[in-house]
T-cell receptor, first 112, second 114 residues
Framework: KQEVTQIPAALSVPEGENLVLNCSFTDSAIYNLQWFRQDPGKGLTSLLL?????REQTSGRLNASLDKSSGRSTLYIAASQPGDSATYLCAVSWDGSEKLVFGKGTKLTVNP | DTGVSQNPRHKITKRGQNVTFRCDPI?????LYWYRQTLGQGPEFLTYFQNEAQLEKSRLLSDRFSAERPKGSFSTLEIQRTEQGDSAMYLC????????????FGPGTRLTVT
């Protein structure tokens, strides 16, 4: 069964700290992996997409890495700010299907 | 550049009633996806369209659910004889033809069945 797991479920850090969110997936035959941000009661905002042939993607203070052989991805957030507080979701699509399979998310709180 | 839009944003209905949601994808995006999200969970895939063709359906999509995309533009998701377990956020996403299949999501429709 193709599954996505995110650890930890919740994380609280002081402002300015660098942090890493983890995502693991079964079956290394992925097509791509997306990281999303979700604010309470809102839709999903796409942060970064990594295709299966790529090892990492960067956007501003965000860096996402992909290691297919170990079935892992990390989202690194540099110099965290209170505005980064949200739930971060990892989603994977596998070869042969366009649907995204999501983890349950990591709820991040950045304290001023 | 308008994103994915969904209407209504909120819907409260009584058990047994039918409801219909609408999704307008990003212009020129040929693929459209429906997901359902319950509290504390990640979104779960329901179905997807390439143009007007419905190409994949989840086993979550019971016979009370039907989705259409008649002209390959907007899509509707109908739930017949709603049950309290249908209460959730219904999310729509679209993607273009650049080969990345990056999905862009709308704001969702929050359904509450009383």
């Amino acid at each position: 069964k193709q599954e996505v797991t995110q650890i930890p479920a919740a994380l609280s850090v002081p402002e300015g700290e660098n942090l890493v969110l983890n995502c693991s997936f079964t079956d290394s035959a992925i097509y791509n992996l997306q990281w999303f941000r979700q604010d309470p009661g809102k839709g999903l905002t796409s942060l970064l997409l990594i295709q299966s042939s790529q090892r990492e993607q960067t956007s501003g203070r965000l860096n996402a890495s992909l290691d297919k052989s170990s079935g892992r991805s990390t989202l690194y957030i540099a110099a965290s700010q209170p505005g980064d507080s949200a739930t971060y979701l990892c989603a994977v699509s596998w070869d042969g299907s366009e649907k995204l399979v999501f983890g349950k998310g990591t709820k991040l709180t950045v304290n001023p | 550049d308008t994103g994915v839009s969904q209407n209504p944003r909120h819907k409260i209905t009584k058990r047994g009633q039918n409801v219909t949601f609408r999704c307008d994808p990003i212009s020129e995006h040929n693929r459209l996806y429906w997901y359902r999200q319950t509290l504390g969970q990640g979104p779960e895939f329901l179905t997807y369209f390439q143009n007007e063709a419905q190409l994949e359906k989840s086993r979550l999509l019971s016979d009370r659910f039907s989705a259409e995309r008649p002209k390959g533009s907007f899509s509707t998701l109908e739930i017949q004889r709603t049950e309290q377990g249908d209460s959730a956020m219904y999310l729509c996403a679209s993607t273009g033809q650049d080969g990345t299949y990056e999905q862009y999501f709308g704001p969702g429709t929050r359904l509450t069945v009383t």
